[in-house]
């Protein structure tokens, strides 16, 4: 049995200790706007954060979560996240959208920790975020478009 | 009628025809009868255990210094292993597999040797190594510690010779400021390193044991911790 805090919810987990976290969110919370690309760290879709960092949860056994803070895109919120919506909706970053809230998870968690990221930094930070409809250019545009709302 | 439409025609006719004719008991299986096996990731043939030779193997060695480098040179199958130096690059992204190529996804070292905001170590890398089941061939396990890092720049091994990597672990400007007791500790006990031993399913573990390697660097620090000429 594991217990864990879901978008500040204390949930529990009876299944296999070794379950993906990603497996749990999907199948048993039914939260599936976290998706499955890879299942191997490869591509970014499945990114959540656990305690305030990105994290891949396909990659993540259930067991290692005990008494962590799990928070997936149905609820990350804050300034930073907020930021980032109204810059991706203002533009319209997604394509076809599979990859992208692992793209604003990851997004996210770089304003949180460095406001004002340069070019570099964008790059360095989503480098592991696919997108098979390489929508790059508007996510790297929306990142910085969403640190300057917040510089105000 | 239009060529799209003849052809989807014939297509339909051609599937009524092979319908009527297919027996009923073909209908029972999931696949054709010619299609491959379903693919299931390979099991990996075992890489062949390298041993290290115990201390006593050089006992042999009259002269101290000579015996000195031939453990240290011993101890190189550990240092000079893929799975050593591959988190001791040269540049700023970690290398991977026993061909040493750069680190996919295309991370990098970042002011803590631990990633940057937004892509550090640990989105991927947990307390432990994690068995990734059935998802690919080549990837068997996530490799994991709770230390997990790459080595500071100054640490770099990748390209260096043996006796280049012997005077830079000796010296307290590049070791992290270890004196010789402490480097033998950090070889004999360090967790991270002994991940070299454990790397995880589809990894080769580097030779020996930590035990093994930290009796020679034991054995090495007594004889006075020469190095081979660089
Ligand atoms: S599904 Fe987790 S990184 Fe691709
Ligand atoms: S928007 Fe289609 S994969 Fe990124």
Redesign the interface.
């Known amino acids: 049995m594991v217990s864990f805090t879901l978008n500040g919810e204390e949930r529990r987990f009876d299944g296999d200790p070794?379950t993906p976290l990603l497996w749990v969110i999907r199948d048993a919370e039914r939260l599936t706007g976290t998706k499955y690309g890879?299942?191997?760290?490869?591509c970014?879709a499945c990114?959540v954060h656990v305690d305030g960092?990105?994290?891949?949860s396909c990659?993540?056994?259930i067991a290692?979560l005990e008494g962590s803070s799990v928070t997936t895109i149905e609820a990350v919120s804050g300034r930073e996240a907020e930021a980032v919506q109204t810059a991706w909706t203002a533009i319209d970053v997604p394509q076809c959208g599979y990859c992208q809230s692992g793209q604003i998870m990851?997004?996210v968690?770089?304003l949180?920790?460095?406001p004002a990221?340069s070019d570099a930094?964008i790059d360095?930070?989503?480098?592991?975020n696919?997108c098979r409809c390489a929508t790059y250019q508007r996510i790297r545009q929306a990142i910085h478009d969403a640190a300057s709302s917040l510089e105000g | 009628m239009t060529k799209t439409t003849l052809t989807r025609f014939c297509l339909l006719a051609s599937a009524c025809a092979l319908l009527s004719a297919a027996p009923v008991a073909g209908w029972s299986q999931d696949r054709a009868p010619a299609a491959p096996e379903p693919s299931q990731p390979v099991v990996q043939k075992k890489a062949e255990t390298v041993q290290l030779r115990p201390v006593s193997d050089f006992d042999a060695i009259e002269d101290e210094t000579e015996r000195s480098i031939a453990i240290f040179e011993e101890t190189g199958k550990v240092l000079l292993h893929p799975r050593c130096v591959n988190c001791h690059p040269a540049g700023n992204v970690p290398l991977q597999t026993m061909a040493m190529t750069p680190h996919q996804p295309p991370v990098v070292r970042g002011d803590a040797n631990f990633g940057v905001p937004g892509l550090m170590c640990n989105t991927c890398h947990g307390p432990e190594n994690v068995k990734v089941v059935g998802q690919t061939e080549d990837i068997l396990s996530i490799p994991g510690n709770p230390n997990w890092h790459l080595a500071p720049i100054e640490m770099a091994w990748q390209g260096r010779s043996l006796g280049e990597i012997c005077e830079q672990i000796k010296d307290t400007d590049r070791n992290g400021g270890k004196t010789l007791a402490e480097l033998i500790e950090h070889m004999a006990e360090d967790d991270l390193v002994g991940w070299g031993w454990n790397p995880g399913e589809g990894r080769e573990p580097v030779p020996g044991t930590q035990e093994a390697f930290g009796d020679l660097y034991k054995a090495w620090a007594a004889t006075g911790a020469h190095c081979p000429a660089p």
């Open positions: 070794e890879c299942g191997i760290a490869q970014g990114t960092m990105t994290r891949r990659i993540t056994p290692d990851s997004a968690s770089l949180q920790m460095n990221p930094d360095a930070a989503m480098a592991g696919i």
